[in-house]
């Protein structure tokens, strides 16, 4: 059974930084295609980072483009978001993603139960 687990979220102020990981366990990490999704009180999930297998390759939303760094290690299963330059609406709880692709939810099999970043202004 594939599991992932995310960490790193908390509560920081407008232009911090924080770094959120995602560790997975269960299956083939380094074959999966990955992603970071987020969702704000009152919306919908929505993509914010992706990481393929193999040949890397990373795409972004572009509300966190420049600011937001995804990678993978995969001698440790784990993904990472880095997100810098922290501002309020990125407030949501962050999920991890795996064995998919795209920008829709629909898109990816695996789920974490997600970890809460709150930007104080």
């Known amino acids: 059974q594939v599991q992932l687990v995310e960490s790193g979220g908390g509560l920081v102020q407008a232009g911090d930084s924080l770094r959120l990981s995602c560790a997975v366990s269960?299956?083939?990490?380094?074959?999966?295609?990955l992603a970071w999704f987020r969702q704000a009180p009152g919306k919908e999930r929505e993509f914010v980072a992706s990481?393929?297998?193999?040949?890397?390759?990373?795409s972004y939303d572009d509300s966190v483009e420049g600011r937001f760094s995804i990678a993978r290690d995969n001698a440790k299963n784990t993904m990472y978001l880095q997100m810098n330059s922290l501002k309020p609406e990125d407030t949501a709880v962050y999920y991890c993603?795996?064995?998919?692709?795209?920008?829709?939810?629909?898109?990816?099999?695996?789920w974490g139960q997600g970890t809460q970043v709150t930007v104080s202004s």
């Open positions: 993603a795996a064995q998919g692709s795209g920008t829709l939810t629909d898109g990816y099999y695996y």
């Open positions: 269960g299956g083939t990490f380094r074959l999966y295609n």
């Open positions: 990481i393929t297998w193999g040949t890397i390759r990373t």
